[in-house]
């Protein structure tokens, strides 16, 4: 049974009331003081004793308490960052630095078709020494008529710097040019210069200079020795000769009707594949230098059906054909350009063929400005003898060793010989 606070006050209050009833009744008066704190502890004494006896125990229940989870992210790992030691340079057996351009420096002028001889200062820095083995050897852009591989000149140990060397030829056409060349090892691997050893070193130069009158076939014409299958035919010639014959002609009418400065006409013998040839004397040859003409029938000689014949001998050896075409009247013409670098150092002897493709009427066949043209630093001194404008003809051509169908035929010196005409 539990007491509450209430019912202790009051049950306190009627004790007291009893007590001090009672003590009316008693035989002698004691001290206030000493009554009062007598009944005061009377009563705090059998409150007490109540309170003890009305106590209710009371188990202490445990208290559900929840769990609080608090996610701890993970510890984030940082590098430890350590002193890292240089870079050691990468060996190679085969490895080379450019030094210097001992010649021909970067944009250095060369003269239109002039040879030049380009020469580069290498080290090796490489750990195999360079045989004569080794070589340089062409990798892309112009190659300045030079070989495609040159033996290195020397042995050259780890450490050695070398100069090596290549003859070259210049372009027969003006304007900047490069030649990248790299190195080749015993075994045929390329290297080059740089740190890793794959950079090309090269030639780097300024084409400039003036395109000059060489020959004149013009001019000389009767130098040359002119024939036809038997004879020898006199110069200038006879127009209407049945031999054949062979004149110039001044303002001359081409397939088209247009007006050219200057021609040879070579007519051919009158006969079934009958032919007429002029045999030059020799003319030295230089690198770049080329033969230029146009081919026509004369204008109005609609029957004309003729092969032109360029040819060429050195000394008593054989004669050697540069090319052939063959012509009709169809009212165009046919540029020639043919590259003579192939002959150049030589004395060169070169012949002028017309042909007959059946019977020779109305084979007035005409060399347009016939000349060989080479490159010089100086500026030229002539106007050149003709200004047509080149148009592709529908002529069947052939050239020795490879015919042409446009307007620029080509050819070498390793033509197939041919007897004359």
């Known amino acids: 049974?539990?007491?509450?606070?209430?019912?202790?006050?009051?049950?306190?209050?009627?004790t007291l009331a009893t007590i001090m009833a009672c003590s009316r009744f008693a035989a002698a008066t004691p001290q206030p003081a000493a009554t009062l704190d007598a009944?005061?502890?009377a009563a705090a004494q059998t409150l007490d004793a109540m309170s003890t006896q009305g106590v209710v125990t009371l188990t202490a229940q445990p208290i559900s308490t929840g769990t609080l989870f608090v996610s701890t992210p993970s510890p984030t790992l940082f590098s430890t960052?350590?002193?890292?030691?240089?870079?050691?340079?990468?060996?190679?057996?085969?490895?080379?630095?450019?030094?210097?351009?001992?010649?021909?420096?970067?944009?250095?002028?060369?003269?239109?078709?002039?040879?030049?001889?380009k020469t580069w200062r290498i080290k090796n820095v490489g750990t195999?020494?360079?045989s004569t083995a080794y070589s340089i050897v062409f990798v892309s852009g112009e190659r300045f008529g030079a070989p495609n591989a040159v033996s290195m000149p020397g042995s050259v140990a780890p450490g050695q710097t070398i100069d090596v060397s290549i003859n070259l030829t210049a372009p027969s056409n003006g304007g900047r040019y490069r030649g990248d060349w790299k190195l080749r090892n015993a075994s045929g691997a390329l290297f080059g210069v740089g740190s890793t050893a794959t950079s090309n070193f090269y030639v780097d130069v300024n084409i400039t200079g003036y395109t000059v009158l060489g020959y004149d076939f013009i001019a000389n014409y009767c130098d040359a020795n002119w024939s036809n299958d038997s004879n020898d035919l006199p110069c200038p010639g006879s127009e209407g000769d049945?031999?054949?014959?062979?004149?110039?002609?001044?303002?001359?009418?081409?397939?088209?009707?247009t007006t050219q400065t200057k021609a040879l006409l070579t007519y051919p013998q009158k006969s079934n594949n009958g032919w007429i040839s002029g045999r030059y004397p020799g003319i030295d040859i230089q690198s770049g230098d080329r033969f230029q003409a146009v081919i026509s029938c004369m204008h109005e000689a609609n029957d004309c059906d003729a092969t032109f014949r360029l040819s060429y001998q050195i000394g008593n050896g054989a004669v050697r054909t540069l090319g052939q075409w063959r012509?009709?009247?169809?009212?165009?013409?046919?540029?020639?350009?043919?590259?003579?670098?192939?002959?150049?150092?030589?004395?060169?002897?070169?012949?002028?063929?017309?042909?007959?493709?059946?019977?020779?009427?109305?084979?007035?066949?005409?060399?347009?400005?016939p000349r060989i043209?080479?490159?010089?630093?100086?500026?030229?001194?002539?106007?050149?003898?003709?200004?047509?404008?080149?148009?592709?003809?529908?002529?069947?051509?052939?050239?020795?060793?490879?015919?042409?169908?446009?307007?620029?035929?080509?050819?070498?010196?390793?033509?197939?010989?041919?007897?004359?005409?």
């Open 242 to 257: 049945p031999e054949g014959f062979v004149q110039v002609l001044n303002s001359p009418r081409v397939e088209n009707g």
């Open 39 to 41: 009944l005061y502890t």
């Open 327 to 369: 012509e009709t009247y169809e009212g165009q013409f046919y540029p020639i350009n043919i590259d003579l670098s192939s002959l150049s150092g030589q004395r060169v002897k070169f012949i002028l063929t017309v042909l007959t493709n059946g019977n020779s009427h109305e084979d007035f066949a005409l060399w347009v400005s």
């Open 81 to 117: 960052f350590t002193s890292v030691p240089p870079l050691q340079p990468v060996t190679l057996c085969d490895a080379a630095s450019f030094v210097s351009d001992v010649t021909y420096p970067d944009g250095a002028n060369v003269s239109l078709g002039g040879t030049f001889t």
């Open 373 to 421: 043209t080479r490159q010089s630093s100086q500026a030229p001194t002539f106007t050149p003898t003709s200004s047509l404008t080149p148009t592709l003809s529908s002529a069947t051509a052939t050239s020795s060793p490879t015919a042409t169908s446009t307007a620029t035929a080509t050819s070498t010196a390793t033509a197939t010989a041919t007897s004359t005409p």
């Open 128 to 130: 195999c020494t360079w």
């Open 1 to 14: 049974m539990h007491i509450t606070r209430s019912q202790k006050f009051l049950f306190l209050a009627l």
